[in-house]
């Protein structure tokens, strides 16, 4: 839609598509232009089609653990890790960031498979010796390269969910990769990591939510 898009029109075009059936899947993608209510608009999307799963409904099932959709980035990282069999339960997990798409959510999944979960953000205090204590850090903070190896314990898995510029222009992660690889058991790297995992993850909840609709 063009940017000149009024909060009506745009709650309109969810609506419909609420009630299309052959879409089974919506997305808003934010950051929506500033005249428009991004809340108000997630919170039109039906719960059964939030592919998402920004909606307060299914961030509350997220939160009881009883869910039908998972937000694609965290749950593309949990992905990873049972791909690469690296166990959660028992570990001291850390999540730098905390914003409602990924640092919250993804505390709340490695807390769901009983890892020790601390959440830290911009007024976090200590914050080196915190990430030096994790057996699994999880970047989610949108500043290049802010994760050096000083901050990494030996041997820690490293999940990189940044995607930032460098100084020049170039696509990176929240982690000081180069430096940080020589340390850790395992990292991902920017691009082609937690990246292609989110797009995955997409998918496979778009493919759930036509299978509830179709009571499959
Ligand atoms: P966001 O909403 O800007 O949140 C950033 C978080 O980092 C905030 O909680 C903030 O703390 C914290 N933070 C900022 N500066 C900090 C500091 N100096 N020390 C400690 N914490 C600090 O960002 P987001 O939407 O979560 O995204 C984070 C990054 O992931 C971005 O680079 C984004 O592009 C990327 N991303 C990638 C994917 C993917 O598919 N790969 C998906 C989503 C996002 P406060 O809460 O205190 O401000």
């Given at each position: 839609m063009p940017k000149e898009t009024t909060q009506e029109e745009l709650l309109e075009l969810v609506e419909t598509l609420n009630h299309k059936k052959d879409i089974n899947g919506i997305l808003v993608q934010l950051p929506l232009p500033e005249h428009l209510d991004d809340k108000a608009v997630i919170e039109a999307i039906s719960p059964l089609k939030d592919v998402d799963a920004f909606h307060a409904v299914n961030v509350g099932k997220i939160m009881l653990g009883e869910y039908d959709f998972l937000p694609c980035t965290?749950?593309?990282?949990?992905?990873?890790?049972?791909?690469?069999?690296?166990?959660?339960?028992?570990?001291?997990?850390?999540?730098?960031?905390?914003?409602?798409?990924?640092?919250?959510?993804?505390?709340?999944?490695?807390?769901?498979e009983n890892g020790t979960v601390t959440i830290c953000h911009s007024r976090t205090q200590n914050l080196a010796e915190i990430s030096s204590s994790a057996d699994i850090l999880v970047?989610?903070?949108?500043?290049?390269?802010?994760?050096?190896?000083?901050?990494?314990?030996?041997?820690?898995?490293?999940?990189?969910?940044?995607?930032?510029?460098?100084?020049?222009g170039k696509l990176c992660g929240d982690v000081d990769f180069e430096n940080v690889k020589e340390k850790c058991s395992y990292i991902t790297p920017v691009p082609g990591g937690v990246g292609p995992m989110t797009i995955s993850t997409l998918m496979k909840n778009t493919l759930k939510a036509a299978k509830i609709q179709n009571n499959l």
């Open positions: 965290p749950s593309g990282v949990m992905e990873m890790l049972h791909a690469y069999n690296i166990p959660v339960s028992g570990k001291n997990c850390v999540v730098i960031g905390r914003s409602n798409i990924v640092g919250k959510p993804m505390a709340m999944l490695l807390l769901h970047a989610a903070v949108g500043k290049p390269k802010f994760v050096t190896a000083d901050m990494v314990k030996d041997g820690a898995v490293v999940i990189d969910v940044g995607m930032d510029r460098d100084e020049n």
